[in-house]
């Protein structure tokens, strides 16, 4: 009876196995990223299973505190259910930050890439310009370019998505220039390969892996930072549920019903903590020298 033998690994699926050994190893990163599987569910059916209408008024049942009977996390100022308007404002509070980072990636990576490949008076140019951008408080920059644009959820997304775009330049950029002097990248050009076969078959895919890291830390900044223009009144506009107006909201009834403020801070701290934890796991499963030490042995 002939043995059928295993195929052997390919350096890149050892390298992926190894990385995700790596992960699990992080029981902080671990947890983490169940606790964001849990929060996509919720995302999902949350709207469905809220007790009540997010936006309907009771002023009989203002300001109730958590554990109040149909109310489990209180009422806010005109009697709304906190419960409902929390599941409600999750896909604006979060969704915003995974658009922002698009958004800059979109526009980030390619001139990264361009101008970290071609290097010269281009490369130049856009080194000057993101220096000029990152030269401007990150919120600041934000509210800028909210406050031309206009007030609103949009706005705000699209206001810290281009806040973003020269912090993921500088990334994709240092990538480019230490992947394009690289032997097998001069022997794609000797075999006639094109500048965009090598840009997108070779650069990008390993400048990846910093790439992932950046933008898994990048989204929890970018959901605080367009929670914080909700709070100053420029990103999402009352009543529509998101957590940064309920925090906007409750900030005035902290010393009689401190949960308006409490539960969406928390909810906020909750969901940045854990992609930060998430992140910083990535970070140290895909780290070059790990995978160095991991090869030798």
């Not at 009977?69 to 995974?98: C, K, M, N, Q, W």
């Not at 010269?120 to 600041?140: H, K, N």
Request: aromatic share 8%; hydrophobic share 55%.
């Amino acid at each position: 009876m002939e043995t059928v033998k295993a195929l052997p690994l390919t350096k890149s699926r050892r390298a992926s196995l190894s990385a995700w050994q790596r992960f699990l190893k992080d029981r902080w990163a671990v947890a983490a990223l169940l606790f964001l599987a849990v929060l996509a569910v919720v995302l999902v059916v949350g709207p469905a299973v809220a007790p009540h209408d997010p936006l309907k008024t009771n002023l009989g049942m203002r300001l109730k505190p958590p554990g109040t009977p149909g109310y489990p996390l209180g009422t806010d100022e005109l009697g709304r259910d906190v419960l409902s308007r929390l599941l409600y404002g999750a896909r604006p509070s979060i969704g915003v930050g995974f658009a922002a980072v698009g958004v800059a990636m979109l526009v980030g990576v390619p001139i990264g890439l361009l101008a970290g490949y071609f290097g010269g008076l281009l490369d130049t140019v856009v080194s000057r310009i993101v220096d000029v951008l990152l030269a401007f408080p990150y919120v600041l920059l934000a509210i800028a370019i909210v406050a031309a644009l206009g007030p609103g959820l949009f706005n705000a997304m699209l206001a810290v998505g281009i806040a973003g775009v020269p912090y993921y330049v500088r990334i994709v950029r240092a990538s480019a220039l230490a992947l394009r002097d690289q032997e097998f990248i001069q022997a794609s050009r000797a075999l006639g390969a094109g500048h965009g076969r090598i840009l997108f078959r070779h650069v990008l895919p390993n400048a990846l892996s910093p790439l992932i890291v950046a933008a898994t830390l990048d989204v929890g900044w970018m959901i605080t930072a367009a929670a914080g223009l909700s709070f100053l009144g420029l990103g999402a506009q009352p009543p529509q549920p998101e957590w940064g107006v309920m925090l906007s909201d409750g900030r005035q009834y902290v010393g009689v019903a401190p949960h308006l403020a409490l539960v969406p801070g928390f909810a906020i701290f909750s969901v940045v903590l854990a992609l930060n934890l998430v992140g910083d796991g990535l970070r140290d499963a895909l780290d070059p020298r790990l995978r160095g030490v991991t090869a030798q042995e």
